[in-house]
């Protein structure tokens, strides 16, 4: 009988545990289901959809250069995958365990149905594989990295199959471009194929491309003018490359790569929080926090809007923000200092920022993003503290973003080094470019009024 290989954010033929297996039990069914319904509000975002849209061609012609071929189905995953088995008589379904809380439950809705084996490699480690003393699963990041370390490096990636036996006749599928996952009018993913190419080969490109900035990545990763840091998060969220393949490549590389892999440690501590709290991405971790007076946004609307268009006149704050509607991607020190900006200085609840993240974002994943929004916070279960309030300013001149400004705020391409972080108190704001709309001090008064009042 064939077997069915169900893909999830696991689009790879190497290292991909469930491939593996499948291909030695016979012939292959390899399945992607796009289901809109299963996740309920965490139903992918817009540049998501491009991504998946060129993740799922490549990988469809990768599969093709063994002997297979991807099936594409659209609705219910359940259903979808019991209706293949049905008419192909396959009767065991090999997938990647994933945690966010949907893949969990349709995991339990399709045991019940079918012989599904979940298999490891979505993370360095399965949540919950390292404990504390107690037996618990680790809830701050430190003590989990060190834990995690001790097990490194991952065991060898496994290549992909020479071939993949094809059964005797195929199921039907969906044609990709019919599903409408790319923007048509406007197409605002238009400037996104410059800098990315999603699948497989592109991911492997980026990991090689990044071997020999590995020394310089511990100085290099915090300077948004910069490009110091992989850029690998996208393809890590649609797993065209394993964990374990970019620890290997990247911990042989010159130099010495620790900060790097501590930074792709985070990634699993974030989806065993999201394991251990499913809620997560719409609850504070901290339920203190519930009592925050965030401003309704009736009342902020306009200062939300101005955040979402990168028109604060905060500068390091709009070009991040232009960054992301522009590329699908932002600087990790920008969304640090872009997301306290919309929580602390504009008083708005930290889930509007993280939905609008969750639509943006080519990398948008339910468990970073949310772990990284609520720490920001000061909600999540290892945050930083509220009442630490980042001044963006600061932060702007102390990480050398003028060329990063440069590039994505052109209102103030114009301004020199010692203005552009702040050209409203240098009386050089250009017309065109807006007032800020709130004062530092000010924003950072409210801020900390407000949390005073629910001392978590
Ligand atoms: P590198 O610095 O090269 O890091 C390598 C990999 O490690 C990344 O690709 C990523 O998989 C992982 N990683 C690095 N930093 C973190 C982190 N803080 N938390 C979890 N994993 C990390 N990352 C996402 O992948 N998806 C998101 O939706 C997301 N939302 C975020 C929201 C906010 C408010 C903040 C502050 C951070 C968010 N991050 C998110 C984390 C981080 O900003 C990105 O992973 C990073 O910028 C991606 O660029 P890179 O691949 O060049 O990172």
Not at 12 to 32: F, H, M, N, S, W
Not at 152 to 179: N, Q
Not at 416 to 433: K, L, M, T, V
């Amino acid at each position: 009988d064939p077997v069915i290989l169900w893909f999830r954010q696991d689009l790879r033929l190497a290292d991909q545990a469930a491939l593996a297996a499948a291909v030695q039990e016979g012939p292959v069914i390899p399945v992607y289901v796009l289901d809109d319904q299963a996740p309920r509000q965490w139903k992918m975002g817009g540049a998501s959809r491009w991504w998946l849209h060129h993740s799922l061609k490549s990988l469809d012609e990768n599969l093709r250069e063994k002997g297979s071929r991807l099936i594409l189905r659209q609705g219910n995953c359940i259903d979808q995958i019991v209706q293949i088995a049905e008419e192909t008589g396959a009767r065991r379904v090999h997938a990647l365990h994933h945690y966010e809380p949907w893949w969990r439950n349709a995991e339990k809705s399709l045991v019940k149905r079918l012989e599904l084996c979940l298999h490891d490699g979505a993370l360095l480690l399965p949540p919950g594989a390292v404990r504390t003393g107690e037996g618990n699963s680790y809830r701050i990041y430190t003590p989990f990295a060190r834990a995690v370390m001790e097990h490194m490096p991952p065991a060898e990636p496994v290549r992909a199959p020479s071939r993949i036996d094809a059964p005797g006749r195929w199921p039907k599928s969906d044609s990709l471009d019919r599903w409408g996952l790319l923007p048509t009018k406007p197409d605002w993913a238009r400037a996104f194929s410059r800098d990315w190419t999603p699948g497989e080969a592109g991911a492997r490109a980026n990991v090689a491309a990044f071997l020999d900035q590995v020394a310089d990545y511990d100085r290099a990763r915090n300077l948004p003018s910069q490009e110091g840091s992989s850029r690998l998060s996208p393809h890590l969220h649609f797993g065209e490359v394993s964990p374990a393949y970019v620890w290997r490549r990247v911990a042989g590389a010159p130099g010495d790569a620790t900060t790097f892999l501590k930074e792709l440690i985070w990634r699993d501590y974030a989806h065993t929080q999201i394991w251990a709290m499913p809620a997560y991405g719409s609850e504070n971790a901290r339920p203190a926090f519930d009592a925050m007076p965030w401003r309704d946004l009736r009342e902020a609307g306009a200062d939300f809007k101005a955040w979402k268009t990168g028109r604060t006149g905060y500068p390091i704050v709009d070009a991040g923000m232009r960054q992301l509607w522009t590329t699908g991607w932002m600087h990790n020190r920008v969304r640090m200092i872009a997301a306290s900006f919309l929580i602390k200085h504009l008083l708005i609840d930290w889930r509007h920022g993280a939905r609008w993240f969750w639509d943006t974002l080519v990398d948008a994943s339910y468990a970073n993003n949310s772990v990284n929004w609520q720490w920001v916070a000061g909600s999540g279960v290892d945050a930083n503290i509220f009442s630490r309030i980042m001044a963006p300013l600061t932060q702007s001149g102390k990480f050398d973003a003028a060329d990063y400004i440069r590039a994505w705020v052109p209102e103030l391409a114009h301004l020199n080094d010692d203005i552009i972080h702040d050209p409203e108190a240098h009386d050089a704001r250009s017309s065109d470019y807006p007032a800020k709309c709130i004062g530092h001090r000010e924003g950072r008064e409210r801020a900390l009024a407000a949390w005073r009042g629910i001392r978590p």
